[in-house]
């Protein structure tokens, strides 16, 4: 099981830390680093501004958004990274949900996501493997367009530079069983959010995945003394997903945490996001949950609880961690395991 580090995106401004946390993990020999986007800082950028400081470390989005930019300005973006990096940029993707597609990108979220992410993921392979001209008959990603507003005087074009590896992997963020299953059958591998070592088979109704397929859940990870201490910044990120990234009626994370045991509490903490009580929104997130999808407390309980996500499918474990003393950690004890 390699190691990445997941920095996610930025707050209200960029974090002095994060290039400093990207350059430790590439010495302790992590394996990747990822960035991703929300609806402030974008994910390309700062994942560039980090391959220019560092030599080896894989570089990943996790995860670009798919409503933020066609499939071929996604991959322009992939191929110019790969170039400038020497081959190591791992392409992650994600639709995210109504709220965030249509509050903030201004497009409809698409009334079937699997083909969207389909013709999506087809285009952009179309763009990376430059055999010929992109063309598609799709219904949300026609190349070249074929709308009633067009001009019809748009032609197929394959990408003027070559890109430098055709089989870039391509990942997804997928929640849903269905969205799941298209992954295995479309991508190089899956990005699950909330990843439980022992339940992950009866929550997503997976088992068994290709051969070569890349399985890379996200963990939050910090050494500390007090469990339930180092488990309120898990639950603020999961009462802020649950709560306030999508609505009460269709809100993806809150459903694979219904799926996950916790139905009642997922719908209590939307109530309370949405009557403005977003502390007792985290208090509301039950410390099992939390705990469940995480690796927190002392160096001995996390080698413990280590052992089960290695036992597993996981290839790669992508760490949030707020220090560095908690990626010389996670380093030291999978590199002992």
Same mark, same amino acid.
């Given at each position: 099981?390699?190691?990445?580090? +997941? ?7 960029? *974090? ?7 350059? @430790?993990?590439? #010495? ?39 409503? +933020? ?26 639709? *995210? ?13 698409? /009334? *079937?996501?699997?083909? &969207? ?8 392979? $179309? ?7 992109? &063309? ?9 367009? &074929? ?27 997928? @929640? ?7 992954? =295995? ?10 990843? *439980?070592?022992? /339940?992950? %088979?009866?929550?997503?109704?997976? +088992? %068994? ?12 990870? $910090? ?5 339930? #201490? ?33 139905? +009642? ?9 949405? %009557?403005?009580?977003?502390? @007792? %929104?985290?208090? &509301? ?42 990626? #010389?950690?996670?380093?030291? =004890?999978?590199?002992?395991?």
């Amino acid at each position: 099981m390699r190691l990445g580090l +997941a920095l996610g995106y930025w707050g209200r401004g960029p *974090s002095p830390a994060h290039l400093e946390l990207a350059r @430790e993990a590439e #010495r302790l020999g992590y394996d990747s680093v990822w960035t991703a986007e929300a609806w402030g800082s974008d994910a390309f950028t700062a994942l560039t501004w980090i391959a220019a400081h560092t030599s080896r470390i894989r570089l990943g989005t996790a995860v670009a958004q798919m409503a +933020a930019r066609t499939p071929t300005a996604t991959a322009m973006h992939a191929l110019t990274l790969d170039h400038l990096s020497g081959g190591r940029m791992l392409l992650g993707l994600g639709l *995210s949900g109504p709220q965030v597609v249509e509050g903030w990108y201004g497009r409809p979220f698409p /009334r *079937s996501p699997l083909t &969207a992410t389909r013709e999506y993921v087809d285009v952009i392979r $179309q763009v990376l493997r430059r055999e010929g001209p992109v &063309a598609l008959d799709g219904r949300f990603h026609s190349h070249p367009y &074929a709308g009633e507003d067009g001009t019809d005087l748009g032609k197929p074009l394959k990408p003027i530079t070559h890109p430098l590896r055709p089989d870039l992997p391509v990942l997804l963020g997928a @929640e849903g069983p269905k969205n799941v299953a298209q992954t =295995l059958k479309i991508a190089d591998g899956w990005l699950p959010l909330y990843w *439980s070592p022992t /339940r992950y %088979a009866e929550v997503y109704g997976v +088992a %068994a995945f290709p051969e070569d397929f890349l399985v890379a859940p996200m963990v939050r990870a $910090q050494v500390c003394d007090d469990v339930a #201490r180092g488990l309120l910044p898990v639950k603020a990120m999961l009462g802020f997903y649950i709560g306030g990234m999508g609505h009460a009626a269709r809100n993806f994370h809150a459903d694979l945490m219904g799926r996950m045991g916790y139905e +009642a509490e997922a719908r209590h903490i939307q109530e309370l996001f949405a %009557a403005g009580r977003r502390e @007792e %929104a985290v208090l &509301a997130v039950p410390d099992a949950f939390a705990d469940e999808i995480a690796l927190v407390g002392p160096r001995e309980r996390i080698a413990e609880r280590l052992a089960a996500w290695r036992a597993g499918p996981v290839t790669d474990l992508l760490v949030t961690a707020p220090d560095m003393a908690t990626l #010389r950690v996670l380093a030291e =004890l999978n590199e002992g395991g």
